[in-house]
């Protein structure tokens, strides 16, 4: 069985937060998003840049999609609200199937379905405020009502105090914002996000995903991002999907695929996650042990199949001698302990051998990165 498959038929865990949305919405269990044996080669390409996709999202769930630039992230993407009609294969909204929509239900079902881009696609000559109401005007709602939704809207996203500023003048997080409630005024159940944050500094990124988490929340939003940050997927996703040459090869809750990533392609994706050696450490290692008082030097990994970080008293009595902390640390993600302790271990009573194997009852992965004398 495939790593993707593993993890497909292992049972979800709940989203981290928001916390029992079950019991607000007991419909949850039905996948909102459904694609099934989804494939899309473009006219004159001579590969796919979708092949055999099988996926459900749920009501509520912040989604992920992570894959390499030209993985299929944002074709992907757009086949939900068929900016992309796939070549073939079945995309289900709400358990109807939208190739059989007619241009007034694709109207419609793009209403119910908002888009944000990391570029902002707003109206340079427009106002904030004209810039939201824009979309309601084309969609003829009488001028109380986009009053009342506009006002409503900029207020959701902060902006409150510059209904009457151009984009020119706004920063990046804020053109985002205007983005943002331009994509809510049709009070859409789904907000795909394609690369929303890619053009924003790291603090501006994280105010944006905490009005996204809020909107999530609040609204119970089902929310759909492609990122190239893997932080941003750490930070507000639940469950995420790795796509690499149209395919999927791998998805899972955040926590398992972060805390154990099995493709090659997840594990390169990740690697920025994980803090590099430090020069003058990596500097003196040696691949094999010298003698038998050499410190060893391992990296556990606590990879979050626990709620609780294990006791480093445990560690220290297990692994005997002086255990030294190199780097590392542990990190919650869906409220589980994830990370990686880079320890050297001298003067063990236990051999090297016996040293390696007592710290594997501790961590779930143990990595010899060699010695030191
Ligand atoms: N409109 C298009 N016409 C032809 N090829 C396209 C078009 N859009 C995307 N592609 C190709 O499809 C593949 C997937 O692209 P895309 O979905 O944009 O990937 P990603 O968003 O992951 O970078 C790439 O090889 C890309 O060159
Ligand atoms: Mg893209």
Not at 149 to 173: I, M, N
Request: hydrophobic share 45%.
């Amino acid at each position: 069985m495939s790593a993707a498959t593993a993890r497909q038929t292992a049972h979800p865990s709940p989203p981290a937060q928001p916390a029992p949305r079950h019991a607000l919405h007991p419909e949850l269990s039905s996948a909102q998003v459904r694609l099934i044996g989804v494939n899309k080669t473009y006219p004159g390409q001579a590969t796919a840049a979708l092949a055999d996709i099988d996926l459900n999202i749920q009501r509520g769930e912040i989604f992920g999609i992570i894959g390499r630039s030209g993985a299929g992230k944002s074709s992907l993407i757009r086949t939900l609200n068929r900016l992309e009609q796939p070549s073939s294969g079945r995309v289900l909204i709400d358990q109807v199937d939208i190739g059989e929509h007619n241009e007034d239900h694709l109207v419609a079902l793009r209403r119910r379905i908002g888009m944000i881009f990391q570029h902002f696609n707003l109206m340079s000559a427009k106002t904030v405020w004209q810039n939201v109401e824009l979309p309601l005007k084309v969609a003829g709602v009488p001028k109380a009502q986009r009053q009342r939704k506009v006002a409503e809207l900029l207020e959701l996203v902060g902006l409150q105090d510059k209904h009457g500023v151009y984009p020119a003048q706004l920063s990046g997080g804020q053109k985002q914002r205007v983005g943002i409630a331009r994509a809510l005024v049709h009070d859409p159940q789904i907000l795909l996000c394609d690369e929303a944050t890619s053009a924003l500094d790291p603090e501006t990124t994280g105010s944006i995903l905490a009005l996204l988490r809020d909107i999530n929340q609040r609204l119970g939003l089902t929310i759909i991002l492609i990122t190239h940050e893997m932080a941003v997927i750490r930070d507000i996703c639940h469950r995420v999907v790795v796509l690499e040459r149209g395919r999927i090869v791998e998805q899972g809750a955040v926590w398992q695929v972060f805390g154990d990533p099995q493709h090659a392609v997840s594990k390169t994706l990740l690697a920025p996650l994980q803090p590099a050696l430090p020069q003058h450490l990596q500097a003196r290692l040696l691949p094999e042990a010298p003698n038998a008082q050499a410190a060893l030097v391992l990296r556990l990994r606590v990879s979050g199949r626990d709620r609780e970080a294990p006791e480093l008293s445990t560690l220290f009595a297990l692994l005997g001698g002086q255990v030294s902390l190199l780097q590392g640390g542990i990190e919650p993600i869906q409220e589980r302990a994830l990370g990686q302790l880079v320890v050297s271990v001298a003067n063990s009573a236990h051999g090297h051998a016996q040293v390696i194997e007592r710290a594997r009852q501790w961590a779930a992965q143990v990595e010899v990165l060699g010695y030191v004398v």
